[in-house]
């Protein structure tokens, strides 16, 4: 590319998490990055988008409706694509984008199952174009911390992972609002949520998981916890519920603007509904579980996930030969498209501790980060659109590698969930 023109970027899923791409596009990096277009389903949706567009640089982008998402790359010719639309068409925008000549910026997870990923690394290797996937949890000050320790051998060879994360009631309802609480569109938490969480411990502990067992279950989205509740009369969504005014889990989408313009407004063209019932009986992903890994470099990790929790964060413990590390974070809770920060880190309940084998604990100090996913969101973007200044020893970047491996974990989970038995990671995609 010549290093006088400004990099092209077009955007195919214009739904809220899109956002945080076409603000940094147009805005912190407008200087060398320019937005050429956007794709999605929804026009409505694009027309909100497209009005940011407009405010920050004096003109709007071209629309294209999903059908033509080749001609938008023929008629627009962007370097990269960002891929931020349903988790369930990742694969098919990701692949399509590579044998079209583009690298790719793609939100996580990188797809939901197994034969998509397969397809997203042959693809990859047939043509050569790069993938890149955005865990911003990585480039958090406390996270990456973490891995500065382990890979400093603060503990020596990591032998075990406990690993915990809890979801509010607030944020983790909302999972079951949206399209998310459908396997076929988001993997389940396993997938679209604790992508997040695999990847972490990949990271940190430089191995690749190899057999995963797992148990899961829905006990708390289901309509008999309604009937407990006192809420039997719910409709299938908030915005004509009866029993609304009685109800904890009650989401107006006339109170934020965001909610209003990109779904409320444009139900009449899709027919989506961003407020359905949290009780209702077609929702098919569990709001509870735990599971067992196996990594290639012979650690052990037990890990869970619960929904409907009273408070927001995580409790780790990675244990080693030479010492224990123990990072306790709480998260602010958030709903997606609210506009509050997401999963901002409160400082005042968090920490991270190193226990010595045969010393003194110590508590660690860390850099404060500001912004969502606990301060990752802005370092994320600043490497994602090639401004960063200096190697990264820490090996922030994830790769579709990365992606493929921390999507299995839960890939194979959902597997054990069904068939009780564990599953070997090696027979899900050959790399």
């Given at each position: ?78 370097d ?25 910026i ?8 197994a ?37 400093d ?34 993997g ?22 190899k ?13 008999e ?14 915005q ?119 010393g ?54 959902n ?17």
């Open positions: 590319m010549d290093s006088g023109r400004k990099k092209r970027y077009a955007v195919v899923g214009t739904g809220s998490r899109s956002k945080m791409f076409v603000r940094a596009v147009v805005g912190q990096f407008k200087d060398r990055c320019e937005m050429v277009g956007l794709c999605d389903t929804n026009r409505t949706r694009m027309a909100f988008h497209n009005e940011t567009i407009e405010n920050a640089t004096g003109r709007k982008v071209a629309t294209y409706l999903a059908d033509d998402f080749d001609k938008m790359i023929e008629e627009q010719k962007p990269t694509v960002i891929v931020t639309t349903r988790d369930c068409w990742h694969h098919k925008y990701i692949v399509r984008a590579m044998e079209l000549g583009c690298d790719v793609g939100e996580k997870p990188m797809t939901t199952d034969e998509k990923c397969q397809q997203i690394v042959d693809t990859q290797k047939r043509t050569g174009k790069q993938v890149r996937v955005t865990f911003n949890y990585r480039y958090s000050p406390i996270r990456s911390k973490c891995r500065e320790l382990i890979q051998g603060a503990i020596g060879d990591v032998r075990s992972v406990d690993f915990n994360w809890l979801l509010d009631v607030r944020h983790g309802a909302d999972y079951f609002r949206r399209w998310h609480r459908r396997k076929e569109n988001s389940g938490l396993m997938v679209h949520k604790a992508t997040h969480h695999f990847d972490l411990v990949n990271w940190w502990i430089g191995s690749r998981p057999t995963v067992f797992a148990l899961g279950a829905r006990t708390y989205a289901l309509p916890m309604a009937r407990r509740l006192g809420l039997e009369n719910h409709a299938a969504r908030c004509e519920c009866m029993v609304a005014y009685k109800c904890r889990y009650y989401l107006d989408l006339r109170r934020k603007e965001e909610h209003t313009r990109l779904y409320l407004e444009g139900e009449k063209e899709d027919g989506y509904y961003r407020d359905q019932c949290v009780f209702a009986d077609d929702i098919d992903i569990e709001d509870q579980m735990s599971l067992v890994v196996r990594y290639e470099n012979g650690a052990q990790m037990s890990y869970s996930l619960h929904s409907f929790m009273p408070w927001e964060g995580y409790r780790l413990a990675i244990n080693g030969t030479l010492g224990r590390i123990e990072l306790n974070v709480g998260e602010t809770s958030y709903i997606s498209g609210d506009g509050t920060i997401q999963g901002a880190l409160l400082k005042d309940r968090s920490s991270l501790m190193v226990l010595p084998l045969h003194t604990p110590y508590y660690v100090d860390y850099p404060e980060g500001k912004g969502g996913h606990g301060g990752g969101d802005a370092p994320l973007l600043v490497d994602a659109f090639g401004f960063r200044e200096g190697d990264d020893p820490l090996r922030h970047a994830a790769s579709h590698i990365d992606g493929a491996y921390s999507i299995l974990t839960g890939v194979a989970a597997q054990s969930f069904v068939t009780g038995l564990p599953v070997e990671i090696d027979s899900l995609v050959k790399f």
